[in-house]
């Protein structure tokens, strides 16, 4: 019954922007104090490039859901989430992928997987000498990630997946949503 409460409410909020509008302002902001001792996070964070675009090395970290096909798929049955990460080979074919997300529509994404993960596109400005190189690792996480497992991802995940970004040497990330 949840997953398909989900994909009902994405189907809604994609017909229905105002409706999207109206969840996010009666939203409460997350309290980070609770989840990281640190209080509330404050601006963007943000460092400026030291060198130009066209020599940065990119990487793709996406928050779509996407992940290979022969791998496992994220939990849709956790109403949480799913804190996990998958990693992506730079030179996947686009047919070994698959969006496992119930919380946005994807049928648009789902025939262009670019949409949401643009590796073509990055291959392109590549080869046009606008990049410089491509991560070998890119990653998929699910977006839609709530209480217990805010505190995974702030203190275990992303900084795991911010460490492999550090090992490849990578300048930029692309961070795309779903």
């Known amino acids: 019954?949840?997953?398909?409460?989900n994909k009902l409410?994405?189907?809604l909020f994609t017909q229905f922007p105002s409706l999207v509008e109206r969840w996010v302002k009666n939203t409460a902001p997350f309290p980070f104090k609770y989840i990281t001792g640190q209080g509330?996070?404050?601006?963007?964070?943000?460092?400026?490039?030291?060198?130009?675009?066209?020599?940065?090395?990119?990487a793709i970290v996406t928050t779509a859901g996407i992940h290979l096909k022969s791998q496992k798929p994220f939990d849709m049955k956790?109403?949480?989430?799913d804190p996990t990460y998958r990693e992506i080979p730079r030179d996947t074919l686009k047919e070994q992928l698959i969006i496992t997300h119930d919380y946005y529509d994807?049928?648009?994404?789902?025939?262009?997987i670019n949409i949401v993960f643009p590796?073509?596109?990055?291959?392109?400005?590549?080869?046009?000498?606008?990049?410089?190189?491509?991560?070998?690792?890119n990653?998929?996480?699910?977006?839609?990630?709530?209480?217990?497992?805010?505190?995974?991802?702030?203190?275990e995940t992303a900084p795991a997946v911010a460490e492999k970004l550090?090992?490849?040497?990578?300048?930029?990330?692309?961070?795309?949503?779903?």
């Open 1 to 5: 019954m949840g997953r398909l409460k």
């Open 166 to 178: 550090k090992t490849q040497n990578i300048d930029a990330v692309l961070l795309t949503p779903g």
């Open 78 to 81: 956790d109403p949480n989430g």
């Open 106 to 112: 994807h049928k648009d994404a789902d025939k262009d």
């Open 9 to 11: 409410i994405a189907k």
């Open 139 to 155: 990653f998929g996480f699910m977006g839609h990630i709530d209480g217990r497992h805010i505190y995974t991802l702030i203190n």
């Open 119 to 137: 590796i073509d596109r990055f291959k392109e400005m590549k080869e046009a000498g606008e990049i410089g190189d491509i991560a070998e690792i």
């Open 40 to 58: 509330k996070v404050e601006g963007i964070p943000w460092t400026t490039l030291t060198k130009p675009i066209k020599d940065c090395n990119i």
